[in-house]
């Protein structure tokens, strides 16, 4: 399907070139993008996870398999525009450069470590990115001693929730031991998200909403 783009989110022009594939939101995106364009000051669906790795990890390599995962899922490719009509769609680009940062505080004062984490997640926080600029994850890693990282990893709840980032954590991991290993990683993505945006597109919708009124018919309390 051919669609025409209006570069109306902001001022950044999308590159053609770098198109692979182009379909429309589901419900609950489209939600999310009318409250990230309604209160933009108020990045709610920008999340911030962090976790500690131990052991000797290689921050080269890392940053390789982050950027490998990229590569492999196309809703990690993904940013959002709005055609001339206002529809807003979502884009998969053919590739996206990880947004990474990387620090090394093992001979920091625990003091000095504590006080940089809380700055960088402070600040990365209140910068999500642009929507139309894909991916909308980003990766700040802290090493914080001989042996022990912090990994700080935004993600916007528009391409990954609850249950899809831990497929994609897995994901770095096994893509980071292939690499150390000198194998080939993984690239095969399994079932793509456009599929489900096709599928949701073909349901019935008056029949959901029947069933849906029928189930909720005894609830009178907003939820």
């Not at 052991?55 to 001339?84: E, I």
């Not at 996206?96 to 505080?105: F, Q």
């Not at 022990?148 to 497929?167: A, M, Q, T």
Request: hydrophobic share 40%; glycine share 4%.
């Amino acid at each position: 399907m051919n669609w025409t783009i209006s570069s109306a989110m902001n001022e950044r022009k999308l590159d053609r070139r770098n198109v692979a594939d182009i379909y429309p939101l589901t419900p609950l995106q489209e939600g999310m993008l009318f409250h990230e364009e309604l209160e933009p000051e108020l990045p709610a669906y920008w999340v911030r996870t962090a976790m500690t790795i131990s052991g000797d990890l290689r921050p080269d390599r890392y940053r390789q398999a982050w950027q490998h995962t990229v590569d492999r899922y196309p809703v990690l490719r993904t940013g959002f525009v709005r055609s001339k009509s206002g529809r807003p769609l979502q884009v998969v680009h053919k590739s996206a450069a990880l947004d990474w940062h990387y620090e090394d505080l093992a001979h920091a004062s625990p003091d000095e470590i504590a006080c940089r984490l809380s700055e960088l997640g402070e600040t990365h926080d209140r910068q999500p990115p642009e929507l139309n600029r894909p991916p909308l994850i980003r990766i700040v890693l802290v090493r914080v001693d001989e042996s022990e990282y912090r990994l700080l990893w935004w993600k916007h709840n528009i391409v990954l929730d609850g249950w899809s980032w831990p497929i994609v954590l897995r994901s770095v991991f096994e893509t980071y031991e292939d690499l150390l290993q000198g194998r080939e990683p993984a690239r095969d993505s399994g079932a793509e998200f456009s599929g489900y945006v096709a599928w949701l597109a073909a349901q019935d919708r008056e029949a959901a909403k029947a069933y849906w009124t029928d189930y909720l018919a005894g609830c009178s309390d907003p939820a």
